[in-house]
T-cell receptor, first 117, second 110 residues
């Protein structure tokens, strides 16, 4: 069975700095997707970025990037030049890359990020 | 022009009553999902669907039924609501990778 663990319950950073959120996972699958989602104060859940396990290059989207360390089963989310509006709960998730076109996500518990002026 | 919408956004129900939560997506995704989110448990999968006419049990299906009458619509049905089903419910749609979530429905069962 798959498992995703986020050990950081909450983080507080100063605006315009860089923050890294940790995530480790367990899986028996040889190929899998890793995701990060953001849940805002209003409750909205937004997809941010994805890493394919067979790709060595770290994914980057805007001011979000990933630190994928496959031997350590680790996928960190890096946010550069943080803004107040980055304050939210961030969820790490994974799913196997199956032969079918179906994706069943397993989520971590989330990390609450607070960006202060 | 939200791609995944849910109704109602808030619902108060009585114990033993029937509750139907509705979800509509315009992403043209084959797959749709229902999750509940509770403090301390994160997001947990209740039911999912591969396409119109199909429903499958997720990780916590007890007390819930689902219906997928069309590509666009996916409903979650609580035949006999209980206070333990008080939660926030999210619908999502997706292809073979990332999922896209609706705004959530806050359900309170008294």
């Amino acid at each position: 069975a798959q498992k995703v663990t986020q050990t950081q319950t909450s983080i507080s950073v100063m605006e315009k700095t860089t923050v890294t959120m940790d995530c480790v996972y367990e899986t028996q699958d040889s190929s899998y997707f890793l995701f990060w989602y953001k849940q805002t104060a209003s409750g909205e859940i937004v997809f941010l970025i994805r890493q394919d396990s067979y790709k060595k290059e770290n994914a980057t989207v805007g001011h979000y990037s990933l630190n994928f360390q496959k031997p350590k089963s680790s996928i960190g989310l890096i946010i550069t030049a943080t803004q107040i509006e980055d304050s939210a709960v961030y969820f790490c998730a994974m799913s196997p890359i199956a032969s079918s076109s179906f994706s069943k996500l397993v989520f971590g518990q989330g990390t609450s990020l607070s960006v202060v002026p | 022009e939200a791609a995944v919408t849910q109704s109602p956004r808030n619902k108060v129900a009585v114990t033993g009553g029937k509750v139907t939560l509705s979800c509509n997506q315009t992403n043209n995704h084959n797959n749709m999902y229902w999750y509940r989110q509770d403090t301390g448990h994160g997001l947990r999968l209740i039911h999912y669907s591969y396409g119109a006419g199909s429903t499958e049990k997720g990780d916590i299906p007890d007390g819930y039924k689902a219906s997928r009458p069309s590509q666009e619509n996916f409903s979650l049905i609580l035949e006999l609501a209980t206070p333990s089903q008080t939660s926030v419910y999210f619908c999502a749609s997706g292809g073979d990778a990332e999922q896209f979530f609706g705004p959530g429905t806050r359900l309170t069962v008294l």
